[in-house]
């Protein structure tokens, strides 16, 4: 199965803590929010990532599919 593309976007500006713990996923500051895209193997993956996200403290305000 091939990976799918995702966008999350996350409250904060997180810094170089998330670029540690998503190694391989683009990060971008848009105050006052963090953009996280990457390739997520599956659905299981993808709860894996939110739950870690919202494990950080994070507080997830969107997620997008990009793929077509």
């Known amino acids: 199965m091939d990976d799918k593309r995702y966008e ?4 904060g500006e997180t810094g170089p803590m998330l670029r540690a713990v998503f ?4 990060i971008t500051q848009r105050p006052p929010t963090t ?3 990457g ?3 599956d659905s299981a993956a993808l709860e894996e990532v939110i739950d870690l996200l ?10 997008r ?4």
Do not use: A, K, T
């Open 8 to 11: 999350l976007v996350v409250s």
């Open 65 to 68: 599919d990009l793929n077509p």
């Open 23 to 26: 190694p391989g996923f683009e």
């Open 54 to 63: 919202l494990g950080l403290g994070l507080h997830l305000y969107e997620l």
């Open 39 to 41: 390739d997520i193997s």
């Open 35 to 37: 953009v996280i895209r």
